[in-house]
């Protein structure tokens, strides 16, 4: 009862105002922050939409957040989310709240405070006044949340994912110099920069020579969810361009725009980011602690015909 008399205030008070700030549409309505932010499986971290100079570490890695019995729960990951932790992820500090106030103690990061301001029934904006910085969360629940949506929506950090992308299929289509290109690599130094070897099937990871360098460009496509458009710019000029699908979190289909050609890659080496350095992951993984967050301001185009 209190979550629909909740929404029936938001319904008519959204006619007039533009955002809800929390100590009035919870606190005084009788609904304590600390049910309502716990009454959400995930809070998804809508990073893209960040604003102010400043930065909370671990938020900046986090693609989720839970905050669940006063223990806070992150989603460093894409790959294997929705499966580490039961869903929720890594422990990973401790919360509380008072007033309109998110109190939290991260284990390597430390204590951070937020204000928090309600936007709609499902979404909030967290301030840290000290730190200059705002970060928007949308509220699921573990089993409606759009796992496809977290995937496209931060795809340049899912093929970061992994050490390298080995291809194993190819399809159709006329050949091309690309046909010689048997791994790819997208780094997590930042989010722009590719790699490309002829390595034969099969070399370890750590032993291969990245044969080329170059630029790429990930966009989005009018009217499409489930689609991206790569392009690769190598540095020795040359450009290929292709529709890019996640089939699942160790897979993706590149297809080639000019050959018409269809190559399957497969993630290598899984590298799990985390809080510290006792977690479990479902899959083999490389440790690292250092990635994080960058906004990403992606162009849309049309659907090529």
Request: glycine share 8%; hydrophobic share 30%.
């Amino acid at each position: 009862m209190k979550r629909i008399k909740l929404l029936l205030v938001l319904l008519i008070s959204g006619v007039t105002l533009t955002s809800c700030v929390v100590r009035n549409e919870i606190v005084d309505d009788g609904f304590a922050l600390s049910e309502y932010i716990s009454s959400y499986d995930l809070w998804y971290v809508d990073y893209h939409r960040t604003t102010g100079s400043g930065e909370v570490p671990f938020l900046s890695r986090a693609f989720t957040i839970s905050f669940l019995n006063g223990t806070m729960y992150t989603n460093n990951n894409i790959v294997d989310v929705g499966k580490t932790g039961n869903g929720f992820g890594i422990a990973v500090g401790n919360y509380g709240t008072y007033g309109t106030a998110l109190e939290t103690r991260h284990d390597i990061d430390g204590y951070f405070e937020f204000d928090v301001v309600q936007l709609s029934s499902n979404e909030i904006r967290i301030d840290d006044l000290s730190q200059n910085v705002s970060y928007y969360l949308v509220g699921y629940q573990v089993d409606t949340f759009d796992y496809d949506m977290l995937f496209y929506d931060n795809i340049e950090y899912f093929l970061q994912e992994f050490k390298a992308w080995e291809r194993t299929d190819e399809a159709g289509g006329t050949p091309t110099p690309f046909d010689n290109e048997h791994y790819l690599k997208f780094t997590h130094e930042n989010d722009v920069t590719f790699y490309s070897s002829h390595d034969p099937f099969g070399t370890n990871v750590d032993y291969i020579n990245w044969d080329f360098e170059g630029s790429y460009i990930v966009r989005n496509v009018t009217g499409e969810n489930s689609l991206k458009y790569l392009t690769l710019n190598y540095d020795n000029g040359d450009t290929e361009e292709f529709d890019l699908t996640v089939i699942n979190d160790e897979t993706i289909r590149l297809k080639h725009v000019s050959s018409r050609t269809t190559y399957i890659f497969s993630g290598i080496e899984f590298i799990q980011y985390l809080k510290g350095e006792k977690t479990s992951t479902t899959k083999p993984a490389v440790r690292n602690s250092g990635r994080k967050r960058t906004k990403i301001e992606r162009e849309t185009v049309p659907k090529r015909k």
